[in-house]
């Protein structure tokens, strides 16, 4: 017997139009070097693999439209934060080196009240102390850490069933 979760998942494979839940996707500073430099702590995928790998076959996957965005400048990024709320169901982010320093990338994803998942390629905890403290994992509803490009697309996957699970589908 099909639920309902399957009819819709159906109904969005025949008119990709119809996904109502829409999920943004953050890199931070430096992030776009992916791929590029440092592949023994980064890994030899480039940022546009990981976006567009997001965007389709995972999206597609989940039944969810995927927006990515990045960029190297905080106030960017709390702008970005700060109007998600209107048009996103939640949000993915890897603040890169704004995760051990911005109060502002923190207040800004608290005050969005949408759900959100940290993200990073590296294991943090395994790294330079600095990088043990996050100040934005407190305000998410989990800190993935330590499985490369994969951690996006299991934060993907969790936050799209978070939301909805937390709207009974
Ligand atoms: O592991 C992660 O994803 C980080 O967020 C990456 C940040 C770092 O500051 C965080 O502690 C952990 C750095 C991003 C810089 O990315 C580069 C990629 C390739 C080459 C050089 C830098």
Request: a negative charge; one cysteine or more.
């Amino acid at each position: 017997m099909l639920t309902e979760v399957d009819v819709r998942l159906m109904c969005q494979a025949v008119n990709p139009g119809n996904r109502s839940m829409k999920i943004l996707v953050l890199n931070g500073p430096n992030l776009q070097l992916l791929g590029t430099r440092e592949p023994g702590i980064y890994g030899r995928e480039t940022l546009a693999d990981i976006e567009s790998r997001l965007r389709g076959p995972v999206a597609d996957g989940l039944g969810v439209r995927v927006e990515c965005r990045q960029s190297n400048h905080e106030g960017e990024l709390v702008d970005w934060i700060g109007s998600s709320g209107g048009e996103f169901d939640g949000l993915v982010i890897n603040p890169g080196a704004y995760t051990h320093t911005s109060v502002a990338v923190r207040d800004a994803i608290s005050a969005t009240g949408l759900p959100a998942i940290e993200v990073h390629l590296s294991n943090i905890h395994q790294r330079e102390e600095f990088r043990h403290h996050s100040y934005t994992a407190p305000v998410c509803l989990g800190q993935i850490c330590g499985l490369g490009p994969l951690g996006y697309e299991l934060a993907l996957q969790a936050l799209v069933r978070y939301v909805h699970t937390r709207n009974g589908k």
